[in-house]
């Protein structure tokens, strides 16, 4: 470098000018790059940034989820339970029974801000079928939060809470149902919502919730059972009576373990553990072999008894 600088005293004065210029230009880039890249930082608004803020705690709630539960390994039973399709992360709406296109489909869309303001909402997400919506439907519960709340909150207007208020009132003011005289009996497992909502105690979202899920089970084989959906099954039993001989069973020979852990009461694991046996020694006749699998314990194996079918 020093030998440079001796050297540069001998140039031609052309060759200076040259020399000079080249390192000018050098300089003036540098500086120029320095300069745009601390002065031109992109300035998101308060709109996209809470539109990052949703999209990167949904991401979060995926990973996490995926992390505690293998997902992808098929290994969560589904299940009915409340859920707001706000904040409900990736684990909670796949045991729900949602395909992963359609979870994919809520996650994207509220990453792009979308917001469920009333249990319709839910409807308009893409893949969603009529059969999944109707049943998902009595489970849907929108939390309400402020408008002035920070950013990664749901900003809902006053004219929705105004409407959801009304139409509550006018359910609950103008839906008159007849109810039924105390003794009388009603079929769980062929009542409908209509009739079901004549017994006291039980409104249109319990009617909702006892069809939906006896759709689930193929049938109640006794009134405790309402208890798997939080209903208490204690100030309902005096007006129920079940005929077992309605349920509707599943073919413990032929299904495969995907048709299996669809029931509410049989998990990937037991489905598998049944399709196993079944491939190494042939026909099942019973439960009996199941016993001394740690995938069943006793009551395991008591409740399904009523939903298999040995044909």
Do not use: C
């Not at 399709?85 to 489909?105: E, Y």
């Amino acid at each position: 470098m020093w030998q440079f600088f001796k050297d540069f005293h001998f140039y031609h004065p052309s060759e200076k000018r040259a020399i000079v210029l080249l390192l000018t230009l050098i300089l003036f880039t540098i500086g120029g790059t320095f300069w745009y890249e601390r002065t031109h930082q992109p300035v998101l608004s308060s709109e996209d940034s809470a539109t990052l803020q949703v999209f990167a705690d949904t991401l979060h709630q995926k990973e996490s989820s995926i992390a505690k539960a293998s997902v992808a390994d098929g290994t969560v039973q589904h299940r009915l339970l409340p859920f707001d399709p706000n904040t409900a992360d990736t684990l909670l709406l796949v045991q729900l029974g949602l395909r992963p296109f359609v979870v994919s489909n809520v996650l994207r869309y509220r990453a792009k801000g979308g917001v469920f303001r009333q249990a319709s909402d839910f409807r308009k997400i893409y893949g969603l079928s009529d059969e999944e919506y109707d049943m998902l439907l009595p489970y849907i519960v929108i939390q309400r939060t402020d408008t002035h709340s920070p950013s990664n909150r749901l900003p809902i207007q006053r004219d929705t809470i105004r409407s959801t208020r009304e139409n509550l009132m006018k359910e609950s003011t103008y839906e008159k149902v007849e109810k039924y005289e105390i003794g009388t009996m009603v079929d769980l497992n062929k009542a409908d919502t209509t009739e079901l909502k004549k017994i006291p105690g039980i409104g249109s979202a319990i009617a909702r919730m006892i069809v939906n899920y006896r759709s689930q089970l193929g049938g109640y084989y006794e009134v405790g059972q309402l208890r798997d959906i939080n209903i208490d099954a204690s100030q309902l039993q005096s007006w129920f009576s079940i005929d077992e001989s309605d349920i509707r069973k599943i073919s413990i020979n032929k299904s495969s373990v995907d048709l299996l852990r669809r029931h509410p009461y049989i998990n990937f694991y037991q489905a598998k553990a049944i399709v196993e046996h079944r491939r190494k020694h042939g026909t099942l006749t019973s439960l009996q072999p199941f016993v001394l699998y740690e995938e069943f314990t006793a009551s395991d194996l008591e409740r399904i008894a009523h939903y298999l079918s040995f044909e």
